[in-house]
């Protein structure tokens, strides 16, 4: 058994249920994970059922207990001079920075030291990031610190995840990307600076946590067009245009009721404001709800009920919870952006439309409506299209061969 950190920046978040769904997967193919973190999250974010138990067994690097700050020290005094030097090294290549970021990064590699203490002390013989920001900075000073090696996968764009890209993956041992289209892009942005091996392995979802209990019913006319999309509460996700869209539908006399589960970043005080204005002027307070950070069974409980999933989406590597959507055979109108297109077969598997437009997303969404054999063919192709491809084993077993771990195939069941 290959024994890992696991580092996932302010673990378990609102879009965390992935990763402790990958942590089975992983011990299957031969690799114990152990959980670490930045920080705890806000506590508005925390939903899962499972967060609890999550917290109890993850290692939070900051804010550091006074045990933690001297073990970092001690990491930092075995390290003279030669990890000194490396790490003053990186800090004089730091791209982006300026002299505020400069001393914020080398805070990191004090960081990094407690990262490097708990390796050594629980024998992990690698370090995982799912992140490309602030948490691979902290790998990376652990690293020059005491050589335990890191790898990163990359969820998003990389200027999502701020500056100085070059020397976080410099050092890294390997990559792992979500998308064929971010391969191309890192290899295009960093080009000199990227470890020899870069897998595309998509995220994934569990099949048999996301399987229908009764079969899919699309609308009849009758009732509520009952849309459900699910996303953090951020600008970037389009839920603004989304809400807009069905204004448009209801100005036509559909009865479209949207349900959006997610939260913003400051746990409810932030972006949520805006859209809750957005919803009381549009007079849309009986037909658009916020549901808020909610757990996954929530998730499939509205998917169960749900006619039409909407993500309207401006940047999205992927999408978690479109696959979701397609595993519970739910056809899918969302924007074509990024990486969705090697989700989303328009016309086969789901509907793309093009960002920033709500009067083209109402269309979509309606055709979809009033269509009920076009709805159900969509939702079955979809959920063929992520059993074959997008199965929660694919990152695993790319993680396992990395590690020599005995990684399997991901069958059609994504096991």
Known sequence: M????????????QTHNYFWRELPALRERGIEPELVSTRRPKRGIIAHTWAREAMAKTAYLAPPAVRDLAASLRELAKAAPGGWARCAAA???????DA???????????MGGRLASLSRARGWTHVHVHSCADAAHVALFANLLSGVPYSLTLHARLADYGPNQREKWRHSRFAIVVTRRLRDELREALSGSLPQSIEVAPMGVDLAQFSRRRPYEPWTGAGPLRIF???????AKGHEDLIQAVELMRARG???????????????TAYRKVLEALIATRGLTAAVRLLGAVAV?????????????????HHEALGVAIMEAMAMRVPAVVTGVDGIPELVDDGTNGLLVRPHRPSELAEKLEAVARDP??????GESARAKVESAFGIGRSADALARQLGGSARSSGPAGS
């Open 2 to 13: 290959v024994r890992i950190g696991y580092l996932v920046p302010e673990f378990p978040g």
């Open 254 to 268: 559909l009865d479209a009721r949207l349900s959006i589960a997610g939260e913003d970043e400051a746990g409810g």
């Open 91 to 97: 800090l004089a290549r730091a791209e982006g920075l």
């Open 297 to 313: 069974h929530r998730v499939r409980e509205e998917l169960e009920t749900g006619h039409v999933f909407s993500l309207a989406t």
């Open 373 to 378: 054999a076009l709805s159900r063919q969509l």
């Open 100 to 110: 505020w970021g400069r001393w914020r990064l080398a805070a990191l590699a004090v």
């Open 229 to 235: 999309s699910c996303g953090r509460l951020n600008p």
